[in-house]
C-alpha cells in the first residue's frame, strides 16, 4: 500500500490545520461494477463522504455481449477491474498524524483503519450493485461476481491512500479524480484476481437505482439479505438461500407489522416499539405471517394462495436447518426433503416476501 501527500494549493505547512486535510482512499476492487467510466455516488448521510468507482473497462448497455468480451484485455487482467476512490473531506486523526502530514513522514501516515466510513458505504454500493443486477428477480448467472468484502479484504486491497491539502472551500472535482486515478496507473501494484460476470454498463435508469438501491440498504436490511439469499440460489446454496431468504422475509414482515399497527396503537414511539419488539419475537412467526397476509393486507397485495402454501413450508425447512430437527430414525429431517420440495419453499418464501416488499414501499411513499 502506497502513502502519498498530494497539495491542491499553495500552503505553508506551519499553518496547516485539520480543515485543509481531507483524504481519498483507492481500493481496487476484485471484480467489475457497470457503472461506466467514471460515476460518483454520494454517502446518504454524511455530506462529507462520497465514492467515484472508476472501469478502465467500459461497455455500453446495449452492447452485444459477446462484443463485449471480446473488449476484456486478456493479458492484463486488472484491467477490468473497478477502482474505487473513497473520498472524505472530514477524516478523524490519530494523536501525531496531522504533524506527520506537515513534515511530510507518510509512514506515520495510517487511515487504512475499519473506522472509515467509507468502507461501509463501499460494501452497500457493491450490495445495491447486486440488487439492480438482479432486478425484478430476473437475473443471469453474471450476477454472481460481485459480493460484499470482508474487512481483512477490503484492507488488503487498497492500492493507495492520499491525504489531500486544500484550502477548505476548495472542491474536488472530476478533474481532480481523475488525475488521482492517473497517477495511481503509474505506480506498481499486482493485486490482478477477479472474475467479471456481465461486464455491459448500466442504462442511465439502472444508474438511477443503483442510487436509491444505498438507501433502501442504509434504511433496512432485508434488501441485502434478500439479495444474498437470491444470490446463494444462484450459486447452488439452496439450504443458505432458505436461511437467508427466510431471514429477509421475517425482516420485511417486521416492517410491515410496524407501518400497518403505528396507527392503530396510541402512545410513545419507545413504547410502541417495546411493543412491536415482544410481539415479534414472542409469537410463531409461521402463524404472525398468515394473520398479516389474510389479514392486514390489501386484497391487492396478498401473494395466491399457493404462494403463501409454499411459503410456509419453506418456513418449515427453515426451522428443520436451523433447529436441527431430528426423526425417530435419527435422521435429520432435512435430508428427507427432495430437492424440488426445498425449490418450492425458497419460491414461495421470495413470492411473499415480494408482495411484503411491495407493500412496504407502497406504504413509505404514501
Same mark, same amino acid.
Given at each position: 500500500? /502506497?502513502? +502519498? +501527500?498530494r497539495k491542491l494549493n499553495e500552503l505553508n505547512a506551519d499553518n496547516l490545520t485539520l480543515a485543509h486535510v481531507r483524504t %481519498?482512499? +483507492?481500493v481496487r476492487l476484485p471484480f467489475h461494477l457497470c457503472t461506466g467510466s467514471i460515476f460518483q455516488i454520494a454517502e446518504p448521510d454524511n455530506d462529507c463522504l462520497e465514492i467515484w468507482l472508476r472501469n478502465k473497462l467500459s461497455i455500453p448497455h446495449d452492447a452485444d455481449i459477446h462484443e463485449g468480451i471480446n473488449q476484456i484485455p486478456r493479458s492484463s487482467p486488472e484491467g477490468f477491474l473497478t477502482d474505487a476512490l473513497i473520498v472524505n473531506r472530514k477524516p478523524e486523526l490519530r494523536p501525531g498524524e496531522l504533524e506527520a502530514i506537515r513534515t511530510g513522514r507518510t509512514e506515520a501516515i495510517g487511515f487504512a483503519s475499519l473506522r472509515n466510513p467509507g468502507f461501509r458505504l463501499l460494501? !452497500? &454500493? &457493491? %450490495?445495491a450493485h447486486q440488487m439492480v443486477?438482479?432486478?425484478p428477480y430476473v437475473f443471469g448467472m453474471g450476477a454472481l461476481w460481485p459480493r460484499m468484502l470482508t474487512d481483512r479484504e477490503t484492507i488488503e486491497r487498497i492500492l493507495v491512500e492520499v491525504v489531500l491539502l486544500a484550502d477548505p472551500d476548495h472542491i474536488i472535482d472530476k478533474d481532480i479524480i481523475l488525475k488521482l486515478f492517473d497517477d495511481m496507473d503509474k505506480l506498481p501494484f499486482s493485486l490482478h484476481s477477479g472474475g467479471m460476470g456481465d461486464p455491459r454498463n448500466y442504462s442511465s435508469e439502472q444508474l438511477a437505482a443503483l442510487k436509491l438501491a444505498v438507501r433502501k440498504i442504509r434504511k433496512h436490511a432485508f434488501y441485502e439479505l434478500k439479495t444474498n439469499a437470491i444470490a446463494a440460489m444462484l450459486g447452488g446454496d439452496a439450504i443458505v438461500a432458505i436461511v437467508l431468504g427466510c431471514a429477509a422475509l421475517e425482516g420485511v414482515h417486521g416492517a410491515f407489522m410496524r407501518l400497518i399497527l403505528r396507527d392503530k396503537i396510541p402512545g410513545e414511539i419507545g413504547k410502541f416499539n417495546t411493543f412491536m419488539s415482544d410481539l415479534l419475537r414472542e409469537q410463531g412467526f409461521y402463524s404472525l405471517v398468515q394473520l398479516s397476509v389474510r389479514v392486514l393486507m390489501k386484497t391487492e397485495e396478498r401473494p395466491s394462495d399457493d !404462494?403463501?402454501? /409454499?411459503c410456509l413450508n419453506g418456513v418449515i425447512l427453515r426451522n428443520a436447518i436451523m433447529h436441527l430437527d431430528i426423526k425417530k430414525t435419527g435422521k435429520y429431517k432435512m435430508r428427507e426433503f427432495s430437492p424440488s420440495k426445498i425449490n418450492e419453499g425458497y419460491s414461495g418464501i421470495m413470492a411473499v416476501y415480494r408482495a411484503f416488499e411491495a407493500a412496504v414501499e407502497s406504504r413509505?411513499?404514501?
Open positions: 500500500m /502506497q502513502r +502519498i +501527500i %481519498a482512499t +483507492i460494501n !452497500e &454500493v &457493491v %450490495a443486477r438482479f432486478g !404462494e403463501l402454501k /409454499q413509505e411513499k404514501s
